[in-house]
Every structure is written in structure tokens, then in C-alpha cells.
């Protein structure tokens, strides 16, 4: 029992860590949805920013007016003309030199509006990639969270489960299956049953002589699998030694009790077949039932003592205590 608080303890403990692995899992992804609305927003503010200055410059450059104004920008010769700086700073010449000008600066900026856009877009999906990213972060990182506490649950449960096989081996008769004296001790400290019954199995010795020892395994093993039969799943069957068997019953009363006897003597006249066709009935059995009250060793002392009084009168009787 204290195996089974412990195992239970460790499991209390592994679902705290499991909560707080989750909470920093919520976290984690709370500073990642974070983190991708802000760049998010960034790229948004640049993305507008650089529309609105690609949009005025191109509006710039189809506009006629955008082109300045070459009247004022000949320059101050303070008086002195000569016919070659007038010729060269004409009204028409400057024109057709600005409108060069201003047709290359136009070409220019539709190029670098090409390359902003192509920056935009390659933004978008660096962005996107980003996104992705952390999306497959927080997948593994679920996986890792999940994996940890799953690993942790099989092991204890693989190992429970082996100390519950080994400990079935420690306390079942190998022989028969029933369980052995060694968990009787042990059952009953965890619970006590209400009635104990002592069978012991008549003639079982002239059994053992006439027909030998194997054939005598054989019968206890057929008299175990009849008691299977017609007791409970809540009853417990004990193989108490050699021919005798002690049978624990748990929440029944006194007349039920001496119901379930006998359907146990009905049952015994089953038979085995042995030899290549012999076939031999199951012995019949002397039964003590005795009421638990306060120890293990006092409730068999009576109980066997009841079988004694029976095999001195007879056999196959019973005799109980309310």
C-alpha cells in the first residue's frame, strides 16, 4: 500500500511539472505572438511610408508642372551679355536641357520605386518565413512538452507493472495459482475479511498412495479451478498448505456464507481424466467456518479446529461459527 501512495505521489508531481511546463509553454508563445505583431506593424509603418513617398514621386514626375522654372535660373552675369551666354542660357535651350534632366531623374526614380517594391515584397516573405517559424518552434516545443511527462508516465507505469508481476510471483502458489500463506499475512493487513473458511480435502493421502503424487497435483489443481468457479470475484482463495485451502470472504453475511459452502461440495463431484482415459472424481472436504475477530492466527486456530472436530466425526461436514 505505501508502493502504491508513492507511485501516486510521483504522479501528483509529474502533473505540477506538467502545469508549469505548460504555463511556460503559454508564455513562450504569448512573446512569440508578440514579437510577430510588432514586426507586423513595423512592416506595415515602412510598407505605407514608402508607398506614400514612391506615389508623390511618380505623381511628381508625370506632372507637367513638376518641371522648374528655367526663366529664373539663368544666372547673374551682373550686366555683362554676350552673345554666346545668351545663346547658352536661352529660355529654349534651358528647357530642353531641364526637361533631359527631369525625363532621367523620372527614369531614375521609377527604377528605385521598382527596387522598393521588389524590397517590399522580399520583406514580406522574409516576414512570412518568420512567422512560419515560429509557429514550427511552438509545435516542437508542445511536442517536447508532451513527450517529456508521456516518457516519465510509461516508465512508472512500466515499472509499476513490474513490481506487480513480482509481486504476484511472491505471493501465488505455483502450483495451483491460488495465492500463498505469505499474502494471506499480507491481505489482511490491508483489509480484513468477515469469515474465514478452512477446507481440507478428505482422503487425500490414499489419493497421493494409490495413484501417485502427480496425479494428486492434478486434483488440487481441478479442486482450485471448481473454487474459481463458484466463489466470488471478491473472494479469495488461499492455498493454506498441502491438501488445505483458506478461503477469505469479504462483505457477507452468516447464512450466505453457509449458502456458498455448499455450493462449494455441490461442485466437488467433478472428475479428471488421467492416464489416457482413467477417471477419478474429485474428493469431497471437511470446511470450518470461523467468524474474524481479532487476529489472523486466533480466526485459522478456530476455523481448523472446526475442521478437526469434522474429520473426527466423519468428513465432508462443515461446522460454523456465527
Known sequence: MKKQKDIFISYIVLII???????????????????????????????????????SLLILCANDKGIPDYQNSIPNTEGRFTPDLLKENSPNLLKKRGLQNNQNLCRNIKVQNGEVD??????????????????????????????????????????????????????IDLLTGAYNRRYLEQAIKEEKPDYLIMLDLDDFKKINDTYGHLTGDRILIAFTEML????????????????EFIIMLHNIKFEDAKALI????????????????????????????????????????????????????????LKAEQ
Open 17 to 55: 511539472s506538467a502545469l508549469s511546463l505548460l504555463c511556460v509553454f503559454y508564455l513562450n508563445a504569448s512573446e512569440h505572438e508578440r514579437i510577430n505583431k510588432l514586426l507586423k506593424t513595423r512592416f506595415l509603418e515602412h510598407w505605407s511610408l514608402e508607398q506614400e513617398i514612391s506615389r
Open 118 to 171: 521588389k524590397t517590399q515584397h522580399e520583406s514580406e516573405a522574409d516576414i512570412n518565413e518568420l512567422e512560419s517559424n515560429l509557429h514550427i518552434l511552438q509545435g516542437i516545443n508542445l511536442v517536447f512538452l508532451l513527450l517529456i511527462p508521456l516518457t516519465f508516465a510509461i516508465w512508472r507505469t512500466v515499472i509499476y507493472i513490474r513490481l506487480v508481476h513480482e509481486r504476484k510471483k511472491l505471493y
Open 228 to 243: 474459481r468457479q463458484f466463489l466470488r470475484e471478491t473472494d479469495v482463495i488461499v492455498r493454506f498448505g498441502g491438501d
Open 262 to 317: 455448499n455450493r462449494l461440495r455441490s461442485g466437488s463431484h467433478k472428475s479428471i481424466i488421467f492416464d489416457g482415459g482413467k477417471k477419478l472424481d474429485l474428493p469431497g472436504f471437511s470446511a470450518g467456518l470461523a467468524k474474524f475477530r481479532d487476529s489472523l492466527e486466533d480466526t485459522i486456530k478456530r476455523a481448523d479446529a472446526y475442521v478437526y472436530q469434522i474429520k473426527k466425526a466423519g468428513k465432508n461436514g
